[in-house]
């Protein structure tokens, strides 16, 4: 019993606190609400998805390029990088294509013929953000 009382006069004073309130204190003109209403739905990106590249079974014998983008860690790590798969793999060779840009467009609109020539060259890329 000690318990049921206070549950029951909480329930009270609500009820009691609700109805005190009038129902015009509430109400408001509607013209002072401006709603904006958005769409659920991204702008459709035009161009198709497409896969990943198929993998590769092996490293061995192929030609693996390292893209380093412009940050100070990216070129040590593509070293360590490479030196690791000179020693697991002796006969795959190495290229890296070093990225002084720090914007990914900007490399894609003043490098673009250059990476393309040389990403198409390589069976496999590893790609290094220095962060």
């Known amino acids: 019993m000690r318990r049921f009382i206070p549950v029951l006069s909480m329930a009270v004073l609500t009820v009691m606190g609700t109805l005190s309130w009038s129902e015009a204190s509430f109400a408001r003109d509607a013209s002072e609400y401006e709603y904006e209403v958005l769409s659920p739905w991204a702008e459709v990106d035009p161009i198709p ?3 990943i590249s198929p993998r590769v079974k ?3 014998g192929k ?3 390292l893209f ?3 940050k100070r860690a990216a070129r040590p790590i593509q ?3 490479e030196r690791r798969l000179k020693e697991r793999f002796p006969d795959c060779e190495t290229s890296l294509f070093d990225s002084t840009l720090p914007n990914v467009t900007e490399t894609e609109t003043e490098n673009k013929d250059r990476f393309t020539a040389w990403a198409k ?3 496999a890329v ?3 953000v220095g962060d």
């Open 58 to 60: 092996t490293l061995e």
């Open 79 to 81: 070293a360590v990088v």
């Open 126 to 128: 590893i790609a290094a």
């Open 68 to 70: 380093a983008n412009f």
């Open 121 to 123: 060259d390589m069976d």
């Open 49 to 51: 998805v497409r896969g």
């Open 63 to 65: 030609k693996i390029g």
